[in-house]
T-cell receptor, first 115, second 110 residues
C-alpha cells in the first residue's frame, strides 16, 4: 500500500538534545511538508520541499532543520534552539508543489515530548 | 494575506441530529478548498474538496460542503451524525501552499 510513514510514533527528548523525526513516502510525490500541531492552533508549516535537494522555510522554521537528499525521504531535526518543541508533528506530501489543487496525504504523526 | 477561519473550536451535538461546521476564508486570489478529518493521535484524512464546477460537494460518508463565493464560506454539513463522526475537522485553503484553520472538535453525544 502506498502512503507516508512517520517514525517514531512517540519521542521523548531531554533539554538541549537534537532529535530527528523520520518521514518516508512511497507515493512518488515530488512535494513534501512538515507541520506542527498544537491544541487550538491548527497546523503550522515548518518546512516544505517541492523537489529533491531543495527546500524552503515555512512559517515557523526557527529551531528546525530538514534535508531532502532522496525523493522518498524528508527528515526533520528539532534542534536545541527550538525552545518549545513539545507538539504533534505531521508530515505530508502532494504530487507536485506549486498550486495546491490536490489532496495532501498525511502520515500518522509523531508526538514529541520534552522531559 | 490569505487566511482560514473556523469560529467554533468545539461543537457538541446529539447522535442523529444535524450539524454544521463553519469555515470562512480570505483570499485575494482563487483558492481550492478542502475539509480534512483527524481522529485522535492520527494524521489528517481528506473528507472532501472543492476545486471548480458544482459548488456543492459530497463525501462518501454523508458529509457535504457548499462553496459560497459571495460569503467566502465553505461550511461543512451532515444531516444526521453518528458517534463515529466524533473527531476534529480542519478546513483548508490551497493557493501556492495549504492554509489550515484552527480546527473544530465535533463531539457526538449518545
Amino acid at each position: 500500500d502506498g502512503g507516508i510513514t512517520q517514525s517514531p510514533k512517540y519521542l521523548f527528548r531531554k533539554e538541549g538534545q537534537n532529535v530527528t523525526l523520520s518521514c518516508e513516502q512511497n507515493l512518488n510525490h515530488d512535494a513534501m511538508y512538515w507541520y506542527r500541531q498544537d491544541p487550538g492552533q491548527g497546523l503550522r508549516l515548518i518546512y516544505y520541499s517541492q523537489i529533491v535537494n531543495d527546500f524552503q522555510k515555512g512559517d515557523i522554521a526557527e529551531g528546525y532543520s530538514v534535508s531532502r537528499e532522496k525523493k522518498e525521504s524528508f527528515p526533520l531535526t528539532v534542534t536545541s534552539a527550538q525552545k518549545n518543541p513539545t507538539a504533534f508533528y505531521l508530515c505530508a506530501s502532494t504530487p507536485q508543489g506549486g498550486e495546491m489543487n490536490t489532496e495532501a496525504f498525511f502520515g500518522q504523526g509523531t508526538r514529541l515530548t520534552v522531559v | 494575506a490569505q487566511s482560514v477561519t473556523q469560529l467554533d473550536s468545539q461543537v457538541p451535538v446529539f447522535e442523529e441530529a444535524p450539524v454544521e461546521l463553519r469555515c470562512n476564508y480570505s483570499s485575494s486570489v482563487s483558492v481550492y478548498l478542502f475539509w480534512y478529518v483527524q481522529y485522535p493521535n492520527q494524521g489528517l484524512q481528506l473528507l472532501l474538496k472543492y476545486l471548480s464546477g458544482s459548488t456543492l460537494v459530497e463525501s462518501i460518508n454523508g458529509f457535504e460542503a457548499e462553496f459560497n463565493k459571495s460569503q467566502t464560506s465553505f461550511h461543512l454539513r451532515k444531516p444526521s451524525v453518528h458517534i463515529s463522526d466524533t473527531a476534529e475537522y480542519f478546513c483548508a485553503a490551497g493557493t501556492y501552499k495549504y492554509i489550515f484553520g484552527t480546527g473544530t472538535r465535533l463531539k457526538v453525544l449518545a
